[in-house]
């Protein structure tokens, strides 16, 4: 039965992701080839996670947690420490990633999330990642036309994402419940069964 619970407190943990703000996104615009530094705010929080989306997948490119004293940065995962790292300021209020050498498969929306002791993580707005000159083919469009919004498919992506996490977080949470209600009536059975035989 403690396992049944720590899942649902495990599930109810990754799948409540809730959004501060996703009405739009702020845009940096690179050179291929050159470095970029993307920040965001760690104040309060105790963990931070970097997301990259592209061509329609969400992948998770580093994420980090402050040490017991609140004054250290320590990366728990970063399979690209080659090109990419994390740092903070001295106080770990605020926190930057750093791709080195972009390349075109860097272009894309990049979301910070953080967390605090509640289970919910915390994004800050979007960063739209351009590489300038990368469609060189397409005429460039009027400055007017060019939408500062989040794109619909990107809009679409990000809430059915969090649609799912609450369906699957619910759904576990009635499977979980009818196997320790299940479990319970097991025991009162057989408590009654015990009781009839001593009578």
């Not at 050179?31 to 970097?50: F, K, P």
Request: charged fraction near 25%; hydrophobic fraction near 40%.
């Amino acid at each position: 039965m403690e396992k049944v619970i720590f899942f649902c407190v495990f599930s109810c943990w990754i799948m409540q992701i809730t959004s501060s703000d996703l009405s739009g996104s702020s845009d940096v615009r690179v050179q291929m080839g050159e470095d970029i530094t993307l920040t965001c705010s760690m104040r309060n929080r105790y963990e931070v996670a970097w997301y990259h989306l592209r061509s329609e997948e969400l992948v998770l490119l580093i994420s980090a947690e402050k040490d017991k004293n609140g004054r250290k940065l320590l990366t728990n995962y970063n399979p690209n420490s080659n090109r990419m790292n994390i740092t903070a300021d001295s106080w770990v209020t605020r926190v930057s990633l750093t791709i080195s050498g972009v390349t075109e498969s860097d272009s894309g929306l990049y979301f910070c999330g953080t967390k605090s002791d509640a289970p919910e993580m915390h994004f800050d707005k979007p960063i739209r990642l351009e590489i300038e000159g990368l469609f060189l083919t397409e005429e460039p469009k009027p400055k007017d036309e060019i939408p500062d919004e989040v794109t619909v498919t990107e809009r679409v992506l990000m809430f059915g994402g969090v649609g799912l996490a609450v369906f699957v977080f619910f759904l576990t949470t009635v499977i979980a419940g009818g196997i320790i209600y299940h479990r319970g009536q097991q025991k009162g059975w057989k408590a009654a069964k015990q009781e009839a035989l001593i009578s």
